[in-house]
């Protein structure tokens, strides 16, 4: 499968919804080696083994579309561009609709374009995967967060449960 890697290092993006009476919101996040950018956009990664993805080269970037049916129910699908050098800026436009959510309010469509920019090295202490969202103080790691919805998924599959040791 084709993958949009993005240089190693620190990157700020920021996310604009424009339907949303142009609000945004603005993190930073370290990115390794083993991330692609669609890693850092997709909310619905957590669900990864109930998503499909396709990645295709465009002539100035990357075409993607995806679609995620997790078992707690709906299904959103995404389709969206990304262009750029993803060595020092990239941008990301996509559309997102969602049908079917048990939760009637996470039903509809909504456009997000998201511009990211290359900051340099991650700051000390930070590994790649951490994400930080403007404002809030709060830090947390997308790899971290992969691996335990894939533990937690294994474990549901086997009928054993990893609490209490």
């Known amino acids: 499968m084709m993958t949009a890697r993005a240089r190693a290092g620190l990157w700020q993006m920021t996310a604009g919804f424009p339907g949303n009476e142009g609000r945004s919101v603005t993190s930073r996040v370290c990115m390794d080696d083993t991330m692609t950018v ?18 295709t080269r465009t002539g100035n970037g990357f075409a993607f579309t995806s679609r995620c049916a997790p078992e707690g129910g709906g299904v959103t699908e995404t389709t969206g561009t990304m262009t750029g050098d993803f060595q020092t800026a990239y941008r990301m436009e996509a559309t997102v609709t969602t049908t079917g959510a048990p939760m009637a309010a ?6 997000v374009v998201t511009t990211a920019q290359y900051q340099g090295a991650c700051p000390e202490g930070w590994r790649g995967g951490d994400v930080e969202l403007a404002g809030m103080g709060i830090r947390l790691n997308v790899n971290d967060m992969r691996e335990q919805a894939a533990g937690a998924a294994a474990a549901s599959q086997s009928g054993g449960s990893d609490i209490g040791g």
């Not at 996470?106 to 456009?111: K, W």
């Open 38 to 55: 669609l890693d850092t956009g997709s909310a619905e990664s957590a669900h990864s083994e109930d998503c499909t993805q396709n990645v």
């Open 106 to 111: 996470m039903n509809g469509t909504s456009q």
